[in-house]
């Protein structure tokens, strides 16, 4: 059986339920309900183990994984707010790397050898050339990004002395919701584009800020690489189908060969204006927006090159910038929770 941490989050809901969409196998699900939402999967509860744990706890993880005969674990569980990272920078070494150990230790213990990590492009930190492949070198520039190559180290370190099986997807900017606008994004406090870009043309909030309007890009606004969330759920799928192959050979040398690193993203790029305007054009109603100050470490521009998702887990993206804007729009004018 498959164990999900975080598996109430955004992305950690929208896999499980895509997940459950395409076999007949129940789910473990572990999340201890800090930022998650347990309504998402109110559709599916019939076919999910709930357990309110965090994954710090080695003991009742183990117990879990061997009560559940957990064959595999996809690791979403973590904090992801880049801006909160540098201000508590213990927050996320204590939770994200912290709670990992606890979880990767219960997975050896249990004796459970293949693992799906939930993995971030913040890793690589000012990109050296674009578009960004997985062998651009990884100095992340905040705590988050930092957390999760810290991660990566463990997972490889694990592959050496204990023979795990493992695939970082490092994401790109993970946006839109499901189709049938049963869940979506839900954030406390809410940082991400998409999401504000609504709320501010739906009069939820009074303006979107803009951070920047003077980088070098052709309208002056940062480029970003947009990813729906459930390209992102289809590619986990995929990578834990890889993971169970005999054959699989993974292509980190410092893991003997036991591990994988895949970037996921559209390896197109829109702009903050770009999305301002694509967001007016779905909700045919204007934007308000006030431009600040550029963010400190803002690079003008993060494009994935996800050609070797697209060779190695034979994934292509299905969504398209304005497809990613009307699911996301759709959720939030009737969002559930």
Request: hydrophobic share 40%; net charge negative.
């Amino acid at each position: 059986m498959l164990l999900v941490t975080g598996a109430c989050g955004y992305i950690g809901s929208h896999f499980v339920c895509h997940y459950l969409s395409q076999t007949d196998e129940d789910v473990v699900a572990v999340d201890n309900f800090s930022m998650g939402h347990r309504q998402a999967l109110t559709p599916w509860q019939g076919r999910i183990r709930f357990y309110d744990h965090d994954i710090a706890d080695r003991t009742a993880l183990t117990r879990l994984m061997n009560e559940n005969q957990v064959s595999a674990v996809v690791h979403f569980a973590a904090n992801a707010y880049v801006g909160e990272s540098q201000v508590l920078p213990f927050k996320y070494l204590d939770n994200n790397v912290g709670g990992s150990t606890g979880l990767l230790q219960a997975m050896a213990e249990a004796g459970v050898k293949r693992l799906v990590f939930s993995s971030t492009c913040a890793t690589y930190g000012k990109p050296q050339y674009l578009p960004i492949d997985e062998k651009h070198p990884q100095k992340p520039i905040n705590t988050y990004g930092s957390s999760k190559l810290m991660v990566e180290e463990m997972l490889r370190a694990l592959a050496l002395s204990k023979g795990l099986k493992f695939a970082c997807l490092r994401y790109f900017n993970a946006a839109g919701a499901s189709d049938s606008g049963e869940i979506g994004e839900s954030h406390e406090p809410e940082t991400h584009l998409i999401p504000l870009a609504l709320m501010a043309a739906l009069g939820k909030i009074p303006q979107l800020k803009v951070y920047g309007d003077d980088y070098d890009t052709p309208d002056g606004t940062c480029i970003r690489d947009y990813i729906h969330v459930l390209d992102l759920a289809a590619a986990h799928c995929q990578a834990l189908e890889l993971l169970k192959s005999p054959d699989f050979v993974g292509d980190m040398e410092e893991s003997d060969g036991l591990g994988i690193a895949i970037n996921l993203g559209t390896a197109s790029g829109a702009s903050v204006k770009e999305v301002i305007a694509q967001v007016e054009a779905v909700l045919d109603k204007p934007v308000p927006y006030q431009i600040e100050a550029r963010r400190p470490g803002d690079p003008s521009r993060l494009v994935a090159d996800n050609s070797k998702a697209r060779r190695v887990l034979a994934w292509n993206p299905r969504y398209d910038l304005k497809r990613i804007i009307e699911t996301a729009a759709q959720w939030e004018l009737a969002r559930r929770y």
